[in-house]
């Protein structure tokens, strides 16, 4: 997930809720939010191409 202020995340739970009420705890590296989902967006972790890069 990505977020405007805390940049991409992984989903480390999901409250049951409808829509944009459901809350979710993310993980942003090493520290975890909780947000309403409609301030996330789904994200997508890019590797590089380059193989002698990690």
Do not use: N, S, W, Y
């Amino acid at each position: 997930m990505t977020h405007a202020k805390f940049g991409l995340g992984t989903i480390a739970a999901v409250e049951a809720a409808a829509g944009d009420q459901r809350k979710l705890t993310i993980d942003f590296g090493g520290t975890r939010r909780v947000l309403l989902a409609k301030f996330v967006a789904p994200g997508v972790r890019r590797q590089c191409c380059d193989p002698r890069i990690a």
